[in-house]
């Protein structure tokens, strides 16, 4: 998936079109983004991933020129965000993570005032709605009030919204939370196709499925970038092996690893538990001699590839154990 998202379409990757240097933003004793340093090439799809309160949505607001950073610069198509803000909005579209649609006015009708918002010329107006419509799958709810749309229709109509003015750059801000998994897949064949049509697109999300999708990634903790890379190569930092089994007693098997020397880590993986080991064979006998003494059985022991939701618990852990001073 990265390898096509990377050079599949015939962009020229190596175009910086976003670049961030020391990019800071606080709110009073908040640090809500701390010290960013973050180069997008032209023709991604870069997810933004981090948990609750991490900084991703002021990272857009920042690059979108709607908020200022407290110190630091960023620059967005070679314009600074600060004394280019007029020049970055007409390039940019920004899905923000409330996106509000008038929910008395039809999907039509929503259209129709967003690109009046945007001075889309009547032109090429109409032409450009009916595209959208079909694009957005929207074409046949197209007289519908917007309060009356499903939740993903929403989200593609905000989408449609977003890009009536063409921008060449989309920030999407969780685009797809509270969304089924049905409509979540049709939103990024969407977003595939716009990637294929060229444009740059920055998306938050909480979905690691999602993430996987994307051509580099962002983890955001506490207003830093902690890890900044393929999804693959963020797969791959995690340290040695996992090996996934489903213990008798769960909570106890899991406070039993926690305090056992030859793991490094043990994350819940519904009813099984993922063990982080260094050799597949010790972790193995380990696992059995500790769970076996405390009378915990183990079943279906097995190694797995550890998955970017492994992968970005595990970063996230190291750095708080870190921070913690441990
Ligand atoms: N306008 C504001 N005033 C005060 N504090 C703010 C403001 N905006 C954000 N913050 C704080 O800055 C930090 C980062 O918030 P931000 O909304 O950027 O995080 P996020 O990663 O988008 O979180 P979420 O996943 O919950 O959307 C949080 O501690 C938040 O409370
Ligand atoms: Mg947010």
Same mark, same amino acid.
């Given at each position: ?92 579209? #920004? ?6 649609? #008038? ?41 519908? /009030? ?37 409509? /979540? ?21 909480? #979905? ?12 955001? #903790? ?42 490094? %880590? ?17 972790? %193995? ?31 996230? /852990? ?9």
């Amino acid at each position: 998936m990265a390898e096509t998202n990377q050079s599949g379409n015939g962009n020229n990757h190596h175009e910086v079109i976003i670049q961030t240097r020391k990019l800071r933003r606080v709110f009073g004793k908040t640090v809500a983004v701390d010290g960013l340093d973050l180069t997008i090439y032209r023709g991604e799809i870069f997810g933004l991933v981090g948990p609750d309160g991490a900084g991703k949505t002021t990272t857009l607001r920042l690059l979108a020129a709607i908020m200022d950073p407290t110190s630091g610069s960023a620059t967005v198509a070679g314009y600074d965000t600060v004394r280019d803000a007029e020049a970055i909005k007409e390039r940019i579209g #920004y899905m923000a993570q409330v996106f509000s649609l #008038y929910g008395d006015l039809s999907v039509d009708e929503n259209l129709n005032f967003f690109a009046d918002v945007f001075g889309v010329p009547r032109k090429v107006r109409q032409e450009r709605i009916e595209r959208l419509l079909e694009f957005a799958r929207l074409t046949e709810f197209r007289k519908r /009030r917007a309060a009356k749309l499903s939740g993903g229709m929403q989200k593609k109509l905000g989408l449609a919204c977003t890009l009536i003015h063409e921008p060449e750059i989309l920030y999407l801000d969780e685009p797809t939370t509270g969304v089924d998994p049905v409509s /979540r897949r049709e939103f990024w064949d969407i977003l595939t196709d716009l990637h294929v049509q060229g444009v740059t697109i920055v998306v938050s999300t909480p #979905y690691m499925d999602e993430a996987e999708r994307c051509s580099r990634v962002g983890l955001m #903790y506490q207003g830093q970038l902690i890890e900044c890379d393929t999804p693959e190569a963020i797969r791959k930092r995690v340290p040695g092996k996992v090996l996934q089994f489903l213990p008798s007693d769960r909570l106890k098997a899991r406070a039993i690893l926690r305090n056992t020397p030859q793991i490094h %880590e043990v994350q819940s993986f519904g009813e099984l538990l993922n063990v982080f080991v260094d050799d597949v064979k010790e972790g %193995e006998q380990v696992i059995r001699e500790v769970l076996g003494k405390a009378g915990i059985s183990v079943s279906n022991l097995r190694q797995v590839q550890p998955r970017m939701e492994e992968a970005f618990v595990s970063l996230i /852990r190291r750095r708080a154990r870190a921070r913690a001073g441990g």
